[in-house]
Structure formats: structure tokens, C-alpha cells
DNA sequence: TACTAAACCGACTAATCAATCTATAAATAT
DNA sequence: ATATTTATAGATTGATTAGTCGGTTTAGTA
């Protein structure tokens, strides 16, 4: 991604409390333009349209996440371990951008996020989780789908995530652990 | 819940669908109105306000879930058998009632579910589920927070019916009960 | 210093929104 | 039969919206 503007940055970071906070339509650009200390003719100078902007946040959104897992593959890691980091790192990357994580959460299948953002987002996904999926050693794993796996996997860092937001007072390591056997010990045989 | 007037009951399918296309911003009681084919006066002699329309629909669809889990439980049964049967009647709803079971998911967590309305649903669900959690055997269940475990449960379903959703071909009661053990073979020891 | 282009501003506009209002029609009660 | 309440419609209203426009400031460069 191209370096940002000062301005653009706070314009992306504002829009993304009040997205999450109040969806797309319910939160007008001006009420953006405002909370990022701007005017709207400027925000409107770096975002073609609404549209665009949301597109553009959540590219960054999940640019930012894929960032968190981008180095965490070690080939001399069993696969387990492997996957646990994986999960680890999603499940950490929830809890301290939490905002950025229920965006991802909420639009990740919104209409106003185009098919094209969608495949852009898709394809870089899919690259950073192949080293991972290269791993999925079919004796140590049941005979599903992999796409279930994959999408099990992604479900039960959501429910983790959503679970220690609920209940702070919860979120260690030890219930961390926890929540990831509870995942491990279904898909492993 | 009080019987329902027929062009109440237009109204509310009409939003119903057009909520978790465009949300709640992102539909105008005009188009819904339109798509129930009555006025918008209609509308507002029904529902006061827009809010009003969507607490209604929220509590209408929860009610609407809740309804086909009701009679599941059977004590004779195994705890397994009725986890089991709680699951699948879940996952059920979500493959035959597909927009009910997306503005659940989409609604729960929203600013436009006024918390009385939550705290409504929430008192009835628990009363209903109270049947399941009390065969909670400690003994076959690994020791984790009850309430991860719930949900745990739920995300497991949702998870599911997704992914029935994105793969319809995929759809069968092999993959469907394949997909119940990736969660029971998570929380049994 | 003088020129240019990009960044930035906020008043403005046409469209759209939730909700109201007035007017009938239908149903129910007396 | 008559009175009263309820159901329905759609035109209307004041507020709000996404996006524009003309002008000003800032930053880079020759």
C-alpha cells in the first residue's frame, strides 16, 4: 500500500469508530469530516465517494490483519504449532484492534464493499495462508473440506475474540489455550 | 406473542428482507412500505417509529428460533443426543429461514435493538435453554467457562450455516453431522 | 521572488428521509 | 340505524444527506 497523508489517515481512523459504532448509512460524511478534524471538501478530495471510502478502509483493515500473520510460519514448526500461531495471532490481532476487527467482521460480506475490494482482498488472503495450508498434514486432521476447516478456524477465533471483549475479566493466556483446544481437538483426529 | 394483523405481518417480512440486504440506515420506511405494498401512513399507524419496526422484527425472528428448539429436549436422552439435537434443530433454522437467521446475527449486537428489547429475548432464551445447560455432566465436558461453551456452540452454527450458504452443493446431513463433531469433539474430554 | 499545483475549506444544492397530517373507508359498538 | 373507533391511504413537511463548487492556503520549484 502507498505511504498516506496525515489526513487520510485520521479521515480512515474516524470513519472506522463510527462505522462500526453506527453502519455505513447511519453515519453521514459529515459527522466523519468532523470527528477527523477536517472539512468535507477535503474528505471528499481523498475519497472519490463514500463508497470509496469504506472500500479503501477495508482494504486497510485487512492489509493491517494479514500484516499480523504475515511472519509467523516457521517451517521447522510442527503443523500444529504452526496453526496455533496462526490462531494465536488472530485472535490477538481482535483484541487489540478491536474496532478494526468487528469492521472486518461486519462488512466483510456488506454490499457496499465491491466484489473487485472483495477478490483484491481475497487473493492476498489466500496467498499469506498458503504456507499454512501446505502444512495441513491430512493424518493429523479429519477428512473434511478444507474449506470448512478453514472456515471453522476463522469462526472460533470470532467467537474467542467476542468472548473476552464480553468478559475482560476472563482474557488470559490460560482461557486463550483453552478456546484454542476447544478448536484443535475438533478438527485434529 | 398476540396474533398479527395481516398487512403488520406484510410489513414486517417486507423489512425483514430488506434489512439484511441494505441495513437498517440503508433501507427508508418508504421502500418498505412500497415492498409491503401498503402506505407509509400504514406503517406508522403499526409501528410507531422505524425503531419500534425493528425491535418488533427482532423480537418477532427471535421468537421465530426459539420456537423450533423448544420441544427438542428429552430427558431420557443422552446429554450428547440432545446437545446434538440442539445443534442441528439451530442449524435447520438458519438453512430454512435464512434472512430471520442473518438479522439475527447482523441485529443482536446492534445500537437499534434498544437493551430492553435484548434483555426480553435474552430472558426468554435462557428459560429455554435452561433444559440443555442443566444436563451439562461435567464429567464428558472439558472444564471451560459454561458460557464459552455457549458461545462456543452458537458460533459453531452459525459457522455452519455459512458455510451451507456459500457451498449449497455441499449441503448433506453427512457434512452437516461431520460438521456437529468438529464442535462436539472440541468440548467432550 | 514569482509561479504552479495540490491540499484544504465550508457554504451550498438537489435529493431523500422519517414522520405527520388530513381525508376516507371499514369495522365495531350502542 | 347511528355513533365511534380503527385501518388505510398518500400528499406534505422540516430535517438531513452525499456530493459540489469557488475560493484560500500551503508547499514545492525555478
Redo the contacts with the bound molecule.
Sequence with gaps: MEPM????LQILNASLDLFVERGF?G?????I?KSA??????????F????E?INRLYLYSKECMLQEINDDYHSENSFKDNINALWTALVDFGINNSAMFQFILSFHCSPYITSLTKKEVETRSERIMEAYILGLEKQKIKDVPYDLIVDYLWGSVVTTVNYFEKHPQKMNPQIRDLAFDLFWDGISR
Design positions: 497523508k496525515e489526513k487520510e448509512h453515519t453521514s460524511t459529515s459527522e469530516a478534524g477536517v472539512a468535507t471538501g477535503t474528505l471528499f478530495h481523498y472519490k465517494t463514500k463508497e471510502l
